[in-house]
């Protein structure tokens, strides 16, 4: 095979990109998952608001990886997409997610950040509030920056949970 032939299938350092990257994504989810069941019981008003947040975060993240990358197409175009299958099948597949990713890329991206940002709000943090107003050009550069403001929102509410200052 010549350098000038395409390979088939996707770039082998994509791939390796997303699967290390979700990796990173289930250990943080993992490691929230403990922190739950360890306290259950403090789980009240506004740390059952944190736990609920972070959990979206993370099966946001969790999905999202594997979407990002590749030619996004016509958001527009995907939206119409999105809203036909979920009218028609009632259900959405992860196939179909990436065949229309341009859309749910964004939808994944948006609703991790939206949580990220209500987290912050509410713990009155003002780094993790800038983390996430940083601009980035590349959607490896927004997925990573998202994760980097999950694992600094799991420290503040592992510290929040548990008294630690």
Request: net charge neutral.
């Amino acid at each position: 095979m010549t350098d000038e032939k395409k390979r088939p299938g996707p770039d082998p350092e994509h791939v390796m990109w997303m699967v290390q990257n979700r990796k990173r994504t289930q250990e943080t989810a993992v490691n929230l998952y403990r922190l739950l069941t360890q306290h259950q019981d403090k789980l009240v008003f506004p740390h059952d608001d944190s736990a609920q947040l972070l959990t979206g975060v993370a099966l946001s993240l969790w999905r999202g990886v594997f979407l990002v990358g590749g030619d996004l197409g016509n958001r527009s175009h995907n939206a119409i997409n999105v809203l036909g299958e979920m009218l028609q099948s009632n259900a959405i597949t992860f196939p179909f997610e990436h065949q229309n990713k341009a859309w749910t890329y964004r939808y994944y991206w948006n609703n991790a950040r939206s949580r990220l940002l209500t987290f912050a709000d509410m713990c009155g943090n003002k780094e993790l509030h800038e983390l996430l107003k940083k601009q980035v050009k590349l959607q490896q550069e927004e997925w990573l920056l998202l994760q980097e403001a999950f694992e600094m929102a799991l420290g503040i509410f592992q510290k929040s949970l548990t008294g630690e200052t």
